[in-house]
C-alpha cells in the first residue's frame, strides 16, 4: 500500500486559501517551494491542510534528521517548555545536560561547546574567534561556500546571491576554488588533476594576503552549491596545509553534523582534526539551536562577557539537543543514514542512465544531489526543469526541493529514520516525475 496519497490539484482549497492570506501579511521572499502548506509530520511522512500525505526528501532543508516530531523528542520539549522557555545567560541544568552529552559525541579533541541559536550564528562565532585567537583578520574560504545571511558569514561564502545589491562585504576574504569535480574550474579531470586546485592556495595567499592571515573556514560538503563533495584525500591535504600556515581550522558541520553523511559527524570520515566545528540543523531537529565545538585553547581566548546569544542555551532548546543525542544513541540513526543512502544512491544512479537529464548523481549517507542538465554532453545547467519538477514530484506526493550555483540540483535528503520501503516508493515516485516530464 502507498504511504504517499495526493487526493486533490495542488495547491488543496484550504492550502491556496492560507497562502493568498500570507502573501497579504508577510513578505513573500523565501525560496521557490512546491505549493503545500503543510500541517504535521510523522518520521518521514508529511501531510498538508488538505489531508494529502507525502514522502519528504528535504528534512525542512536537512534539519529534522530524527525525522519529523519524533515522539522521545516531542516529550523532552514539552515537558522543558512546561518549566521554563528563557533564562538568558542564567544557568539551567538542561544546558549542563547539554553540554556534557554534546562534549562526550564529539572527536575528543574537541572539549568545549558553545551554544547559540542558528548556523549562521555559530559561523559568525568561529570567525570571531579565528579573529581574537590570532589577533588577526583575514578568512580564506572557498568558492560556492554558504555559511548564512548574516554579514560575517555571507562574507565568508563563495555565492553571488546573498550578497547582491548589499555594498560591500567584510574586509579580509581570500576565496579560493572548491573541487566541484563535475564543472572543474581548471576544466582538469579528476583522475589526472593530483588535486590541482590546493595547489592554487598559496598563489591566491600571495596575491591577495596582507599577512594578517588568521584561518580557514569550510564547509564538509558544499550544500546551497548543490551538494558537491570533494574527492577522498582532499581534506586531509588542505588541513596539512593549514596546519604548515600556521592557521586555524573551521569546519562548518552545520548540515552534515548529527549522521546526516553516515557517520555522526562528517570530520570522522577522514580523521580530521578541526580547531572549531558549527553546528546546527540536526542538533535540534527541528528546534531552533546551534553550537560550537572547539578546542579549549582556542576559545579559551575568549573572555567573560566576550560571547552571549538571547536565545542560545535556553532550556527548551538545550532539552532538545539531549533528547536528540539520545536517540542517536538508542538508535544508531547514522548507520541507517549509510544503509538506506546506499539503496537510494543505487536507485538515484539507475534513473542517471536511462534519463537525458541527470547529468550527475553525488553524495555520502542520506545527502545526495541530482543535477539536472539540458545535454549531458554540454552539462548546461536546467534550472526551469528543476522547478518543474518540484511541482510534478509533489503532485506525485514526493516533496523535494533545489539547490545549486545554477539552481539545477535536486536535494536528496530525508529524515535519517526513512526505512527500506519508503525509500523504494520515493525513488519510484521521483522516476515517475521525471518520466511526466519527459512525456
Not at 290 to 299: C, H, L, M, T
Amino acid at each position: 500500500m502507498s504511504i504517499a496519497n495526493v487526493r486533490t490539484q495542488l495547491p488543496g482549497p484550504r492550502s491556496r486559501e492560507l497562502f493568498e492570506r500570507w502573501a497579504q501579511a508577510e513578505a513573500q521572499c523565501t525560496g521557490y517551494q512546491a505549493r503545500v502548506c503543510w500541517d504535521r509530520g510523522q518520521g518521514v511522512v508529511v501531510t498538508d491542510v488538505d489531508g494529502n500525505t507525502f514522502l519528504d526528501w528535504t528534512s525542512g532543508v536537512l534539519v529534522t534528521n530524527v525525522g519529523h516530531s519524533h515522539p522521545h523528542l516531542v516529550a523532552a520539549v514539552q515537558a522543558a517548555a512546561a518549566r521554563l522557555m528563557n533564562n538568558y545567560e542564567c544557568l539551567n541544568e538542561p544546558r549542563v545536560q547539554a553540554a556534557e552529552k554534546l562534549v562526550q559525541i564529539l572527536p575528543a579533541h574537541l572539549d568545549r561547546c558553545f551554544f547559540l541559536s542558528t548556523g549562521s550564528e555559530a559561523i559568525e562565532a568561529c570567525i570571531r574567534i579565528m579573529k581574537r585567537k590570532t589577533g588577526k583578520f583575514e578568512i580564506v574560504s572557498f568558492h560556492g561556500g554558504f555559511h548564512g545571511r548574516t554579514y560575517a558569514a555571507l562574507t565568508a561564502g563563495g555565492l553571488s546571491g546573498p550578497k547582491k545589491g548589499y555594498g560591500p562585504t567584510l574586509p579580509g576574504a581570500i576565496r579560493v576554488p572548491f573541487p566541484y569535480c563535475y564543472r572543474c574550474p581548471f576544466r582538469a579531470k579528476p583522475e589526472t588533476c593530483d588535486l590541482l586546485c590546493l595547489e592554487y592556495l598559496d598563489d591566491a595567499v600571495r596575491a591577495n594576503s596582507t599577512g594578517s592571515l588568521a584561518g580557514v573556514m569550510v564547509e564538509a560538503y558544499q550544500g546551497a552549491s548543490g551538494f558537491i563533495f570533494a574527492p577522498e584525500g582532499w581534506f586531509p591535504r588542505l588541513q596539512e596545509w593549514i596546519r604548515s600556515h600556521g592557521l586555524l581550522f573551521s569546519y562548518d558541520e552545520v548540515q552534515s553534523g548529527f549522521g546526516r553523511t553516515g557517520k555522526m559527524f562528517a570530520m570522522e570520515w577522514e580523521n580530521l582534526t578541526p580547531d572549531l566545528v558549527a553546528l546546527g540543523k540536526g542538533i535540534g531537529s527541528g528546534m531552533p539551536a546551534s553550537a560550537v565545538a572547539a578546542r579549549s585553547d582556542v576559545i579559551g581566548a575568549l573572555g567573560p562577557g566576550e560571547m552571549s546569544s538571547t536565545m542560545g542555551g535556553n532550556p527548551v532548546a538545550c532539552a532538545a539537543v539531549v533528547a536528540v543525542v539520545e536517540i542517536f544513541e538508542r538508535e544508531k540513526l547514522e548507520r541507517n543514514a549509510l544503509r538506506t543512502g546506499a539503496i537510494i544512491r543505487r536507485g538515484l544512479e539507475r534513473i542517471q542512465e536511462k534519463s537525458p537529464w541527470v547529468g550527475d548523481v553525488r553524495g555520502c549517507g542520506l545527502v545526495m544531489g541530482v543535477e539536472l542538465v539540458k545535454d549531458k554532453k554540454t552539462k548546461e545547467p536546467a534550472p526551469d526543469l528543476t522547478r518543474k519538477l518540484i511541482d510534478v514530484a509533489a503532485q506525485n506526493g514526493l516533496l523535494i526541493g533545489s539547490v545549486g550555483v545554477f539552481g539545477n540540483v535536486i536535494r536528496v535528503a530525508p529524515p535519517l529514520v526513512i526505512s527500506e520501503d519508503e525509500a523504494a516508493e520515493s525513488l519510484d515516485l521521483f522516476e515517475k516525475s521525471l518520466a511526466m516530464l519527459q512525456a
